[in-house]
């Protein structure tokens, strides 16, 4: 069984969408939560780093995390053409130092 | 965007070449890593550093070997490619800013070995 699932779309939505994006993990002693967009032929540039559970904000960029439930999400409000591209959710240990265990990815697609 | 670089970003060679991965950062940071990739499915770790002359394997066996010699550079070598060695291989560095370990991602090599 795979540490990370990830559910691998592809998700195809209008713009001005609401887009929501998500992992669950398997293992407990993950503690900091990340999500990647990887544009095609790119590598990955982070979007967002947590490691609590609760919301984070940033921007059109909600990050979810419910460590009682293994489960992490990504929303995406008001989504546009340029958020298309392939969303990987990774996570770390506390002593992981950059070790990440990713997710398979999901490809969105905006279309206008 | 990052100062991270990657060379060549496609290679096509044929089985039993040898072969290197280059992998350059401007950014001073110790960690680098090399993570592998096939199409759909999720970014493996190969190789990982937390400076000169230090190298560790990572969860996926791997092949290859790195090494470690400045800082700044951190390349990768297959002895003799096969086609199984065919795949993205994404190098990375990272830095340790305000509790938050992040990564910082190169283009990538698309490696096709025939």
């Known amino acids: 069984q795979k540490e990370v699932e990830q559910d691998p779309g592809p998700l195809s939505v209008p713009e001005g969408a609401i887009v929501s994006l998500n992992c669950t993990y398997s293992n407990s002693a993950f503690q900091y939560f990340m999500w990647y967009r990887q544009y095609s032929r790119k590598g990955p540039e982070l979007l967002m780093y947590?490691?609590?559970?609760g919301n984070k904000e940033d921007g059109r960029f909600t990050a979810q995390v419910d460590k009682s439930s293994k489960y992490i999400s990504l929303f995406i409000r008001d989504s546009q053409p340029s958020d298309s591209a392939t969303y990987l959710c990774?996570?770390?240990?506390?002593?992981?130092?950059?070790?990440?265990?990713f997710g398979q990815g999901t490809i969105l697609t905006v279309h206008p | 965007e990052a100062d991270i670089y990657q060379t060549p970003r496609y290679l096509v060679i044929g089985t039993g070449k040898k072969i290197t991965l280059e992998c350059s950062q401007t950014m001073g940071h110790d960690k680098m890593y090399w993570y592998q990739q096939d199409p759909g499915m999720e970014l493996h770790l190969i190789h990982y550093?937390?400076?000169?002359?230090?190298?560790e394997k990572g969860d996926l066996s791997s092949e290859s070997t790195v090494s470690r010699i400045r800082t700044e550079h951190f390349p990768l070598t297959l002895e003799s490619a096969r086609p199984s060695h065919t795949s993205q291989y994404l190098c990375?560095?990272?830095?340790?800013?305000?509790?938050?370990?992040?990564?910082?991602f190169g283009s990538g090599t698309q490696l096709s070995v025939l």
């Open positions: 947590t490691y609590s559970s």
């Open positions: 990774a996570m770390t240990t506390p002593d992981g130092y950059g070790k990440l265990t």
């Open positions: 550093s937390y400076g000169v002359n230090s190298t």
């Open positions: 990375a560095s990272s830095e340790y800013i305000a509790r938050e370990e992040k990564l910082f």
